[in-house]
């Protein structure tokens, strides 16, 4: 089963590359980021899964416990941070893509860089 996992995170973080790569909308492409995204967080999920998915939590009716009891709490911990710099990533490219489609009324990549181009080339003449 925990086969079965890595290969649907390791292709839905394959899809997202593909789409980040062959999409020209620039919206399609923080899309496919995020997609990306939450796939390295399953990555991490995955990996922290130990022989057991039990919580590295301890009570006091535990006594002796060994680590192969818990899962590794440190892909948990990761986890937060990109989960946090994900959010932060990914809104912050939301709002410069707003700024790119109120200047060149398109969020379509070739046709920017095209009106960019032929800007930098009026400027040189």
């Given at each position: 089963?925990?086969?079965?996992?890595g290969?649907?995170?390791l292709?839905?973080?394959?899809i997202?590359?593909?789409?980040?790569?062959?999409?020209?909308?620039?919206?399609?492409?923080?899309?496919?980021?995020?997609?990306m995204?939450?796939?390295?967080?399953?990555?991490?999920?995955?990996?922290?899964?130990?022989?057991?998915r039990?919580?590295p939590?301890?009570?006091?009716?535990?006594?002796?416990?060994?680590?192969?009891?818990y899962?590794?709490?440190?892909?948990?911990?990761?986890?937060?941070?990109?989960?946090?710099?994900?959010?932060?990533?990914?809104?912050?490219?939301?709002?410069?893509?707003?700024?790119?489609?109120?200047?060149?009324?398109?969020?379509?990549?070739d046709?920017?860089?095209?009106?960019?181009?032929?800007?930098?080339?009026?400027?040189l003449?």
């Amino acid at each position: 089963m925990k086969e079965i996992e890595g290969i649907l995170i390791l292709l839905t973080i394959l899809i997202g590359l593909y789409g980040t790569i062959m999409k020209r909308n620039l919206i399609l492409k923080l899309l496919m980021l995020g997609i990306m995204n939450s796939s390295v967080i399953g990555f991490f999920l995955h990996s922290g899964i130990g022989e057991s998915r039990t919580p590295p939590i301890l009570s006091p009716s535990i006594q002796v416990f060994t680590q192969f009891d818990y899962a590794d709490p440190l892909p948990q911990a990761l986890v937060i941070t990109a989960v946090v710099i994900g959010f932060a990533t990914l809104a912050l490219s939301l709002v410069y893509v707003m700024m790119i489609a109120s200047k060149f009324h398109t969020v379509d990549e070739d046709q920017v860089e095209d009106t960019i181009e032929k800007d930098r080339l009026d400027e040189l003449r």
